[in-house]
């Protein structure tokens, strides 16, 4: 993959000795957000200018870090300083937009004192070249090595939707694969062209096999991206108005295009998209700020950071959860909440929560009920919000979910209502034991609620 785009149009700074002009670069791959940024910058918010630009740089936008650096030097939204003003200048010449930095770093650098210097070097630090590939923000790695991924063994075919027009369409769902070969706690990354295909290929994934991925010798519980195409023989995804469409959007640089191109076209050969275009695509629309892609980047590098410590995602989970990507908000909540957080991170997590919570995703409904309902930390359940989200997931289409109906009788538990809750988790374990998963935790569950005590802890941990 690449890593950075240099800018489309200049506004070419003049010269003088050691310093440049204010004039800054116009244009950048996130054109918005770099426009915003350039209008408090000429109106004069420079404070705000600097955060939008910072926003751009620290996901390697060389055009964003050469204003940082300009902005440095001429003191704008902070003092005067020549350090961090050569940092960003460097940064951004090694991260494409060296032709627009030119001589001036050199000019620069000769006269930095020994403190300024270290200034420099903490930026690039953080925010060069080799900086960006280490935490996964340029060429990311979302593969372990030594690792065999999970693989699909036997699959029944879907049920299309009674509903739905005779026309391709594709789902792309996150599932987790236990050590024992049986799905768990889907995610759908992409419906196209409706979301009305996701539950009938949800259902169709709880009662497929797989062989689980595995490390040396040892079977491991992973994630897999795994597709269900819907489509009758000679009729061809890529033909579809839908895709159509998408493909000449994502061709135009618009993101949520680039991500829904991209990510077909990671697991469905039939679009004609070699695997490296597909990935451009994808951290392309990340880059340019669609929130699924970022989020989608951060999930696949937390599902390899064992083998990558540095590259564990926060940058691209922050901007996605920040862009208003509910399910980057529920894994920046969770992240909040683990080992012993502050007053100040339960505060914040409760808060993500409470965004998640209106989202129409099946997966982030239920976790966020389950945190809700079962969380080991008083402080962050809220009972009867739980119930209302369960009772939303309990209406829902997806019925073969044993976690699914754990989630709701945690949440009946939570309200002090033991008898539905009894007969919700019976109903999980009856559910589990059909998929042959192992139920002995889900039996402590239920022996819980059938002596009325609530049940908290991590409610949809591996089984």
Known sequence: MSTARVPRRLLRPGLRVGVMSAALVAGSA????????????????????RSGFLSLAELGDCAAQFNLGAMALHGQGGPKDAGS????????????????????LAAI???????ELHTAATIMASYGPEALRAQGIVQPQFTCPNERPAT??????????????????????????????RARDPEVLLAVPTAAFAAAAVEAWFNSQFTPARSAASPLASRLQAKTLFA????????????????????????AAGYLVGLAAMVEPSLGISAARAADLLLGAARDGDPDAQYWVASQLRASVGCHPRADGVVWLRHAASGGSAAAQLLSARDLLAGSPT???????????????????????????????ASPLEAVRDPPAALTLAQQLAAGEIRTDPQMFETVAAAYAANGDFRAATAQQQLAVEKAATLGWNTAVMKERLDAYRHERAWHGELLGAT
């Open 232 to 255: 009758s023989s000679g009729d061809a995804l890529a033909n579809s108005e839908s895709v159509r469409r998408a493909r000449s959007a994502a061709d135009a640089g618009d993101p």
């Open 109 to 115: 650098t000769k006269s930095l004192s020994a403190e």
């Open 343 to 373: 007053t100040a991170q339960i505060v914040e997590a409760r808060s993500l929560l409470g965004r998640a919570a209106h989202a129409d995703s099946y997966y982030v409904r239920k976790h966020v009920a389950a945190l809700l309902a």
């Open 152 to 181: 699909v063994l036997l699959a029944p075919a879907p049920q299309r939707p009674a509903s739905s027009r005779e026309e391709p369409a594709l789902v792309i769902t996150a599932l987790t694969i236990g050590t024992d070969g």
């Open 30 to 49: 996130a054109a918005s957000n770099f426009q915003s940024a350039l209008s408090d910058y000429r109106a004069g918010r420079f404070d705000t200018a």
């Open 85 to 104: 003003g050569a940092g960003w200048l460097e940064a951004a010449a090694g991260n494409g937009c060296s032709q627009l930095v030119g001589d001036r």
